[in-house]
């Protein structure tokens, strides 16, 4: 079973108003909640991480999330399911990789458990206060589409670990322990005076784009020659790791074109805008000398696979 008829199938029983963004929002609260899990051999292995990169990481994602819905983040819980055979230096190596991330968001519990081998499930918590909130459903004709650094590096570095390719420590680098920061997420949030849509790309690029202008039901125009990625890529086949590579966790937003003037351009790249959609595909995007557009089923079939 996909992960998109897994979510389906959980909404359709409990019918939330809270599932679909990357973070519930509670408004009575004034906070968001976001929650992520790192199964060994699955989102990691000990064969490429250190402790300290796997703590970095876990936490790291969950900021991301938090910094894509545009709230403060506030604290973090952390649970780990540990084997019998761990050492103690793991955690302590885990917890110091954790700390490095947190950039003034306190962890502040969480729970240990055994298991037959490593899992982690990470709970963050941010602040609304004096903030504008994203939805995916907040993408309207005429914005613009911008995000906050390169794509596909994590996956390039990811094929490159899996592969024992030696060099291109950065995208490696990437892969491991991604960058991540809140400035653009801090700007857009306390500036904006119009309703705006902003993902991560934790599943990929397209994933955001899809994701947002479904919801929005209007059409993403893309100029792939405006996308930022590191050049070293084209080794690979690097025009669907930039589409389709997850866990790059940058910044996707659509946003309107006043609140954009009040923006620093130096903290984004432009790549496309918000248009109609007068057809079944979802996604154009314009290459060198090509014109492509995509449906969602064009787009499912190549998203990142958890499953």
Known sequence: MKEL????????????????????????????VTQDSLVEDVHFSRKFSTPYQI?????????????ASGAEAKYITISLSLPKNIENNFVEEFYNGAKSVLNGVKIVGGDITGADKIYISVTAIGS???????????????????????????????????????????????????????????IIAKTTKNDY????????????????ADNSKV???IYFDKIPYNKSIEQFDYKNLILYGGEDYKLVCAISADDLENINS????????????????????????????YSKKDIEVNLFRHF
Do not use: W
């Open 197 to 212: 849509a902003m993902m991560d790309s934790s599943d990929g690029l397209m994933d955001c784009l899809y994701k947002i």
């Open 5 to 32: 008829e897994i979510i389906n199938t959980i909404q359709n029983i409990i019918n939330s108003e809270y599932i679909g963004d990357d973070c519930a929002y509670l408004k009575d609260l004034g906070i968001v």
């Open 219 to 221: 059409k993403a125009k």
């Open 128 to 186: 609304t206060k004096n903030r504008k909130i994203s939805s995916r459903k907040n993408a309207h004709i005429g914005y613009k589409i911008i995000t906050n650094g390169y794509h596909g590096s994590s996956a390039a570095g990811l094929y490159l670990l899996q592969n024992k390719t030696e060099g291109y420590e950065q995208l490696i680098k990437e892969h491991l322990t991604p960058f991540i920061s809140s400035e653009l997420s801090d």
């Open 55 to 67: 703590g970095y990481k876990s936490i790291a994602v969950n900021l991301s999330d938090i910094y």
């Open 266 to 293: 130096d903290l984004y790249y432009e790549i496309g805008e918000i248009i109609e959609k007068t057809d079944n595909n979802i996604v154009e995007i314009q290459y060198k000398n090509e014109l492509k557009s």
